[in-house]
């Protein structure tokens, strides 16, 4: 529910202007280009005189994202005249109390903003002696990196807090800032769907504000926002993965009602898996009740050290990433292969989130029966036909905005000779937390036997 502000309809002109130039348009107020969305396939080797260079200790992209919304937590100075405007009318209309809560939002949303700046700011330090040659401490970068991630998320949500009272320039400026890298990067949470529903509220007429609530809605089971949103964009303004959302509308309002009931009914010490990464820390839920055999396979092989320093070999834009291959481009073949779950009585559902087995591709756009073993995938949005073929095992609790930070590895792109190509992000670590004391039994299959 979006608390509305007391000021709602008191947003700088200025503001929308410089946030929105009429109808539904990207950040540059360009009219948008859909996309296609990637199609998982095997990742392909890289072409012969493709340079891979590790650059994995100092992300450019990162780097300019995180500054970007530092900047942003601060606001330029012709953002002073607005805000003491837009405080004096918020004093005058308040009641006492209101207006004293909403001068504490102010209060902490400052001061986490002010510490995400201090971080960027020590990470952006650290990354010029590192990338000159001044300190080999790569692990120092990339820990400030992460922290100023979490911090960026901090300062989101005091953001948010904040414009339930008024409609602060720099937490609006923000807000919008951080929307638009969640967009790029496919974090559809509950927290961007609210952001970005305060911010149409608010009258922001951003496509990445639109299309971020939109399909934020859909991962978070706000199906009549969705349906709405969707309606009142234009054609040119929905992508591929929208239109195919769409259209499984239907089912993945079905799937997400099935999982929100099996939710209510989790225990509480389900085991869990945390993974390491080198954009930080991904915490899954594992679903050892509805696909026991796979889950305690799973267990074993994280406490075998198996997917320990292993690449996201394939994450495409929109869809999934793609881990668990010792060779490292989803070729390898497991020793042996795992009997599939997928068909049991009750079983979990392909949503926001979710590990699935990854398995054999077959000869007609299908999968080899019972041939799952060690790669799987982490899912960015909800993919209905998934369980009709493929294990869901898991699902993310903690670590999507991780999920969503990992280096885009497309097998489907034409890699130009002597291109530099970044390398994959990897899991550094994984563990399995509240290890139940005694794991189900592993069904195996031998999906190549003859048949009787």
């Known amino acids: 529910m979006i608390v509305r502000s007391p000021l709602r309809t008191f947003v700088p002109v200025c503001l929308i202007a410089a946030l929105s130039l009429g109808p539904v348009q990207n950040s540059r ?20 005189g493709t340079a891979t260079v590790d650059h994995s200790g100092h992300d450019h992209a990162a780097q300019a994202a995180d500054l970007q919304a530092a900047d942003s ?21 308040a009641q006492p109390e209101l207006y004293e809560d909403g001068m504490a939002a102010l209060d902490a949303f400052e001061e986490i903003s002010q510490q995400f700046k201090d971080k960027v700011l020590q990470m952006r330090r650290h990354y010029i002696l590192f990338v000159n040659g001044f300190s080999d401490d790569r692990q120092t970068y990339l820990t400030l990196r992460n922290e100023s991630r979490e911090l960026m998320n901090q300062a989101y949500r005091k953001a948010l807090d904040l414009i339930d009272f008024f409609p602060h320039p720099v937490a609006m400026r923000y807000v919008v800032t951080v929307l638009e890298q969640r967009f790029k990067h496919d974090v559809y949470n509950a927290e961007t769907l609210e952001g970005a529903a305060k911010m149409l509220d608010y009258g922001i007429r951003l496509r990445y504000v639109a299309l971020a609530a939109a399909r934020a809605a859909m991962c978070a089971g706000d199906f009549p926002l969705a349906e709405s949103l969707y309606k009142n964009l234009q054609e040119d303004e929905i992508e591929d993965k929208d239109k195919a959302m769409m259209v499984q509308f239907d089912a993945i309002k ?22 390491k990464t080198t954009r930080g820390e991904i915490v899954a839920d594992l679903y050892i009740h509805e696909a026991p055999s796979t889950v305690a396979h799973f267990i074993e092989l994280v406490e075998s050290g ?3 320093g292993l690449d996201f070999f394939q994450v495409v834009e929109g869809l999934l990433a793609l881990t668990g291959d010792p060779l490292g481009d989803g070729s390898s073949r497991p020793d042996r292969y795992l009997a599939d779950e997928h068909g049991r009585d009750v079983v979990r559902m392909p949503l926001t989130g979710s590990l699935v087995m990854a398995k054999l591709p ?29 294990t869901v095992f898991g699902r993310i609790t903690k670590g999507l905005d991780v999920l969503g930070a990992l280096r885009r590895v497309d097998p489907h792109k034409e890699k130009k000779k002597g ?19 005694t794991l189900p039994e592993v069904i195996y299959a031998d999906p190549f036997a003859p048949q009787p």
Do not use: C, H, W
């Open 254 to 275: 079905k799937q997400f009602e099935t999982e929100q009931a099996l939710l209510r009914n989790d225990p509480e010490d389900l085991p869990q898996v945390r993974f």
């Open 73 to 93: 937590a601060t606001g330029p100075p012709d953002t002073a005249a607005e805000t003491e405007a837009i405080l004096k009318e918020f004093k005058e209309m």
């Open 29 to 48: 107020g360009q009219q948008p280009n859909a996309d296609t969305s990637a199609q998982p396939a095997p990742a392909a080797q890289s072409a012969a």
């Open 419 to 437: 291109a530099v190509v970044m390398p994959p992000d990897r899991i550094l670590e994984a563990e399995i937390l509240n290890r139940p004391e």
């Open 306 to 308: 198996f997917y320990d």
């Open 362 to 390: 077959g000869p007609n756009n299908d999968f080899i029966p019972n041939t799952a073993g060690t790669q799987f995938a982490m899912l960015f949005m909800p993919l209905p036909s998934v369980s009709e073929e493929q």
